[in-house]
């Protein structure tokens, strides 16, 4: 058992002696001991108590928290601010903005502190009954619909616990995660231990807290302790739970450092053994949130972040206020308040309330005067190194039932975004006649109305036909709009016919998709083609590909139809089949002949050694890149940062103002994140080499069609006549496998035959442009890196300030 836990034990017996500092236990509205009045005038409350205090005193109603409603807090600010201008006291009471007051107005401290020195005066006294006479009717009314409406969010709470899992790994939970040895740092450490132990609400419960919320908040409630904590145990556990399709909120109470934290006997888990959470599992882990108490917590952010983590939060340094802060987030978060809400007010709080009793500190046993001016004199910095950096989608709340993407290299989210097929133009090539459907023919998915054409566009905003098919109604209807947006769009722009009009932007998908469309056309290797060492010889990617992914669900929808007992299944079977026919029409996309996967490992091994540092071939090329790039606009916009580190490119905190600190920005970027620049930069520039290729890449299927593929937005009336075949081959399969038991190769190979084929003289094509933009030692990547950074400069800018990477000079 910890320091903290022993000394928990040892002050149970002087808590109940103790009157003159703030205590939960002190009853609403009770008068105070004599001379104690000043005393009772500073105490401040969590506002919801505070709420609580006004209905006790005005109409005598205790009141569970619970219940609280906005109209119940909004009738609280009413009580009070009539009760002031009735008992004249206004002059002492702080004014509500614009005279109107608002619950932010009421639960203020300076309002709170108000009210006790004019309630424990008694000048409230006679206008009580005048508050209850013009307010208890709207109080009563507004009471039942709270508890109404509790009831409801109550129910809503326990669906939400169907598939989600909370995971605590805990090891050597509450002592300060570090240790000083300095007399006065001695000093400090003792002393917040004592006061932390003072102001944390049964500190030893925690297991009890956690496992408390299952059946309640979660399905699950895993929690890893002792012998348990280990990165073994914490690694089957969360791909056991992603398999069975859980959302996972984590929680470590851990010690830690930028680049890892503890497990059992004090193993370390690096930032890298984080990422390979994800790797090993293929994919992002579903993962909701992330809160870490350790120091220096914020350094794994983005880490957690690559693992799949939607949201995360961690200290900026020493986390010196591990509680009560775990706590108030816990707290916050079961009550419903969104991620960053629930940390940053937590932080607020915490630092209220440590600060606030460090004041008082001569009244706490055990507290020495040495200890006390240690504290004083030392207190506001070590606070704000525990600040926690919140990172991620922080609208995020315990509710929240579908994961928007994780956001961890935004940087590649913008630049990388248009890797595909433009929406209209897969709409498009699902406008065919192929047994029950036509163009007008319509499905349902969860209560909306879509075409199979309409279908064919989901690829690029769902992570899986499992994962459209749990989305809303309200998602699907707002993606149905904007599908049909491109759709006219694309139309005028191809075929020349239609109403036309503009094209919805990066925003609009984004914001339909709740954050998870760029995030998906980054990790979008499953629309490139399979490895082909045509190409590349010496790798073979295990990344999924567009011909596996369409295989994958057009065996199923095959699968269904043979299975089906009645006309419903032929629904479900093109439900599931359009979804598959997304990755089929990639296949016509000039940009796509190659596979994403196979290029980005050859790039990195072109450019890091083996232990992911950068080669001499690897610095010349990004001093080369450094030195055409570090002009104009980028120059003069990063000359005005400086690095966030004190110590680096052996000067202190230099400014990134000459083109050899901004070439060690980038090694630095290639070493930290290479897929920055091998996912994002390199594919970019092949997949647009190729979409670009003047007069299209000559290809060939195996039906004898011959034509040059043109890429993403630039279809052509000739490509899309032959896809349009292929999406009508797919369709017909389904009705045919019914009565036809071939094996489903037998099926994939006639949609296939349609498929483009590069010629020999493509193959080569291919082959050398890939040769050219991955060489770190060619112009090619020298030239199209120039091109990206020019106009992605902000963002990368954006990502390094938000990394805590760089900051203004």
């Given at each position: 058992m910890n320091r903290l836990l022993s000394l928990n034990k040892e002050l149970k017996t002087y808590r109940s002696k103790k009157v003159r500092v703030k205590s939960k236990s002190l009853t609403y509205g009770a008068t105070p001991a004599n001379g104690e009045h000043e005393k009772v005038s500073e105490i401040t409350v969590d506002?919801?108590?505070f709420i609580l205090e006004l209905f006790d005193f005005f109409f005598g109603k205790s009141t569970d928290e619970k219940q609280l409603s906005d109209e119940l807090r909004k009738i609280a600010a009413k009580c009070?601010?009539?009760?002031?201008?009735?008992?004249?006291?206004?002059?002492?009471?702080?004014?509500p903005p614009n005279g109107e007051p608002s619950i932010s107005w009421v639960i203020s401290e300076e309002v709170q502190k108000a009210y006790r020195k004019l309630h424990h005066k008694g000048l409230y006294e006679a206008v009580k009954p005048m508050i209850q006479s013009k307010l208890r009717s709207e109080f009563e009314t507004a009471l039942i619909a709270g508890k109404t409406a509790t009831a409801q969010q109550w129910m809503t709470r326990e669906m939400a616990v169907t598939n989600t899992a909370l995971v605590v790994f805990i090891e050597n939970t509450g002592a300060l995660p570090f240790q000083w040895e300095s007399t006065v740092g001695k000093l400090v450490q003792e002393g917040l231990e004592k006061i932390i132990d003072y102001v944390s609400e049964e500190f030893e419960k925690w297991l009890n807290k956690f496992a408390e919320a299952k059946g309640k908040k979660y399905r699950e409630v895993i929690i890893l302790e002792d012998s348990k904590a280990t990165y073994s145990n914490l690694k089957s556990t969360l791909h056991d739970l992603a398999n069975k399709e859980y959302i996972i909120d984590i929680f470590t109470l851990v010690h830690g450092s930028r680049t890892s934290f503890s497990g059992y006997?004090?193993?370390s888990i690096s930032d890298t053994d984080i990422r390979a959470l994800r790797d090993s599992f293929g994919k992002a882990l579903p993962i909701r949130i992330v809160y870490m108490m350790n120091c220096k917590a914020s350094g794994l952010n983005d880490d957690w972040l690559y693992a799949g983590a939607r949201a995360v939060a961690g200290a900026v340094n020493n986390n010196y206020i591990p509680e009560p802060m775990m706590t108030k987030v816990w707290n916050n978060w079961l009550k419903g308040y969104t991620f960053t809400n629930a940390v940053s007010t937590a932080y607020n709080d915490s630092v209220k309330l440590i600060s606030d009793t460090i004041a008082k500190a001569d009244y706490i046993p055990f507290v020495g005067g040495?200890?006390?001016?240690?504290?004083?004199?030392?207190?506001?910095?070590?606070?704000?190194?525990?600040?926690?950096?919140?990172e991620g989608n922080g609208t995020i709340t315990i509710t929240t039932a579908s994961l928007a993407a994780a956001h961890s290299l935004s940087f590649s989210d913008r630049v990388y975004s248009e890797a595909k097929y433009g929406t209209g133009e897969h709409v498009l090539?699902?406008?065919?006649?192929?047994?029950?459907?036509?163009?007008?023919?319509?499905?349902?998915?969860?209560?909306?109305?879509?075409?199979?054409?309409?279908?064919?566009?989901?690829g690029d905003f769902y992570e899986s036909y499992d994962q459209m098919n749990r989305a809303g109604a309200a998602e699907l209807a707002k993606l149905k709009t904007l599908i049909d947006k491109s759709k006219r769009y694309y139309e005028a722009r191809v075929l020349g016919s239609g109403a036309g009009g503009s094209n919805p932007s990066d925003t609009d998908w984004q914001s339909a998709t709740g954050g998870r469309y760029l995030k998906l056309a980054e990790d979008n290797f499953a629309h490139f083609a399979p490895t082909s060492s045509a190409y590349i010889a010496s790798f073979s990617s295990s990344k999924p590909n567009h011909k596996g992914e369409w295989e994958r669900y057009h065996q199923k929808a095959i699968?269904?139809?043979r299975a089906g007992v009645d006309s419903t299944v032929i629904d479900d079977a093109l439900i599931v089949n359009a979804f598959g026919d997304h990755f089929l029409t990639d296949a016509f996309a000039a940009g796509h002949l190659f596979n994403k996967d196979d290029l980005s490992q050859y790039f990195k091994s072109r450019v890091l050694n083996s232990s992911g540092k950068i080669l001499p071939d690897g610095v010349k090329m990004f001093d080369n890149i450094a030195g055409k790039t570090f002009t104009g606009k980028l120059k003069d916009t990063f000359s005005k940062y400086e690095t966030v580190e004190r110590l680096i490119l052996g000067v202190a905190r230099p400014n990134i103002d000459s083109a050899s600190r901004f070439s060690k920005l980038l090694q630095g970027i290639m070493e930290k994140e290479p897929d920055i620049i091998g996912n994002t930069m390199v594919a970019k520039l092949v997949h647009d080499a190729l979409n670009g290729y003047s007069g299209g890449v000559p290809v060939t299927n195996n039906k004898g069609d011959k034509w040059n593929l043109t890429g993403d937005d630039t279809l052509n009336k000739s490509n899309l006549e032959i896809m349009r075949k292929a999406v009508k081959q797919s369709i017909n399969n389904l009705s045919d496998a019914v009565t036809d038991s071939s094996p489903v190769s037998i099926f994939f190979k006639r949609v296939w035959d349609f498929v483009p084929q590069p010629t020999a003289a493509s193959v080569t094509l291919i082959k050398n442009l890939i040769r050219n933009y991955t060489n770190p030692l060619g112009n090619e990547i020298v030239t199209g890196a120039d091109h990206l950074l020019q106009a992605n400069y902000k963002a990368l800018l954006d990502e390094l300030v938000k990394r805590n990477v760089l900051k203004k000079a």
């Open positions: 506002g919801d108590v009070l601010w009539m009760a002031t201008f009735m008992s004249k006291t206004e002059k002492y009471m702080p004014q006997n004090g193993a040495d200890i006390v001016s240690a504290l004083r004199s030392n207190i506001n910095p070590l606070l704000a190194d525990s600040k926690p950096k919140i090539s699902g406008l065919v006649d192929a047994g029950p459907v036509t163009a007008g023919y319509q499905v349902d998915v969860n209560g909306v109305k879509f075409t199979y054409a309409e279908l064919i566009a989901m699968g269904i139809m």
